[in-house]
């Protein structure tokens, strides 16, 4: 009997799927993006070739076409693109801080407070809904199917982490762009502030990352055992303040709240981060002065001091070596050079 595995979860599961067939041994022989319409739900032969194109079919460990014709016993593997959600949008004119944009993909340098995706009390004011109004000015108030806007997302960062989001314009760009998430080849770098002091300028954080069983909205890390996914961050000291320091952290894997609960894990959680302990003083004196100081850094932001500023990848279309940068947001800057006045002050560094 032919093995056909349910869609693989990988790093950013919601915004993508893997599938894995093994062909039966009596298969006669036939086009794959037709043996792939039979054996796939909801899937349409122009997500199949868009599939095909960006080279996300592969048989026995190779790429191949759409005319590929598939032989018994052959493994395919092809990771897809997920369809528009359906759920209906509103066109908003939300400024954005766009990066770059072209026919294919825009580069937008989101802000901290702003969730990107519409969802269970989000159905406003998302980056979803500032896209559609820039792509579709007509329709601004308007509600609009979500597909009149995606393909689009194929990763995201979390509501208070401001940073760069890659957005496809269309499936064939988003599926090859959803390619270079699964195959880990896209290069992302982000600036995290977290309490403690460290001993090494080098490291790298590896646990299995799955919802908690405490609390369903946060993450944890399953150090063992078959709980939670692979995830992997690497981290770099970046600048030392004795309470708190700097980190560039760069993704390996892209869990949910990846960095944030891995730093919490090693004992770091980032500064202001209210879900994973960083909301309070973890590190420093007990006077007062310096409670209110903490406090006042704490009012600079909107939430986890977490920023996503730097993003490389290969242009869908052009095949060229894509790199953004995005500079601290004000609040994240003066925040840093608020402990820098006050550890030089102190002589704590």
């Known amino acids: 009997m032919p093995l056909d595995d349910a869609p693989e979860k990988n790093e950013q599961d919601e915004l993508y799927e893997h599938h894995r067939i093994v062909v039966?041994?009596?298969?006669?022989?036939?086009?794959?993006?037709?043996?792939?319409?039979?054996?796939?739900?909801?899937?349409?032969?122009?997500?199949?070739?868009?599939?095909?194109?960006?080279?996300?079919?592969?048989?026995?460990?190779?790429?191949?076409?759409?005319?590929?014709?598939?032989?018994?016993?052959?493994?395919?593997?092809?990771?897809?693109?997920?369809?528009?959600?359906?759920?209906?949008?509103?066109?908003?004119?939300?400024?954005?801080?766009?990066?770059?944009?072209?026919?294919?993909l825009v580069v937008i340098n989101k802000v901290a407070g702003m969730v990107v995706h519409p969802g269970y009390g989000n159905y406003t004011g998302t980056l979803v809904n500032a896209l559609a109004y820039r792509f579709h000015p007509d329709l601004l108030g308007k509600s609009i199917e979500s597909e009149t806007i995606r393909p689009g997302l194929v990763h995201r960062i979390d509501k208070n982490t401001s940073g760069l989001v890659v957005v496809a314009r269309n499936e064939k760009a988003m599926t090859h762009l959803a390619k270079q998430f699964f195959d880990r080849t896209i290069?992302?770098?982000?600036?995290?502030?977290?309490?403690?002091?460290?001993?090494?300028?080098?490291g790298t954080v590896t646990g299995h990352i799955g919802r908690s069983q405490v609390d369903r909205k946060s993450m944890e890390v399953y150090?063992?055992?078959d709980q939670g996914k692979h995830a992997v961050t690497h981290f770099s000291v970046l600048e030392k303040f004795g309470y708190v320091t700097l980190l560039e952290c760069r993704l390996e894997t892209g869990r949910t709240h990846q960095i944030r609960v891995h730093m919490k894990y090693i004992g770091h959680p980032l500064f202001?981060?209210?879900?994973?302990?960083?909301?309070?003083?973890?590190?420093g004196t007990t006077f007062s002065k310096y409670q209110t100081f903490v406090e006042n850094g704490f009012a600079l932001i909107p939430g986890q001091a977490l920023h996503a500023r730097s993003l490389g990848f290969i242009h869908p279309t052009t095949g060229t070596e894509m790199y953004f940068e995005a500079p601290l947001p004000p609040g994240f800057e003066e925040l840093l050079t608020r402990w820098r006045t006050y550890t030089s002050a102190r002589g704590d560094v």
């Open 187 to 202: 290069k992302r770098r982000y600036a995290a502030l977290v309490w403690g002091d460290f001993d090494q300028d080098n």
């Open 223 to 225: 150090p063992s055992g």
């Open 24 to 104: 039966d041994k009596g298969q006669s022989l036939l086009r794959i993006d037709k043996f792939l319409m039979m054996r796939l739900e909801n899937v349409s032969r122009s997500r199949i070739q868009s599939a095909s194109e960006a080279g996300s079919i592969l048989v026995n460990g190779k790429p191949v076409k759409s005319s590929y014709r598939v032989k018994p016993a052959d493994t395919i593997t092809i990771v897809l693109a997920h369809p528009p959600r359906e759920v209906e949008v509103i066109a908003e004119d939300i400024p954005l801080e766009v990066v770059y944009e072209d026919n294919d």
């Open 272 to 283: 202001n981060d209210e879900m994973y302990g960083g909301k309070k003083i973890l590190k």
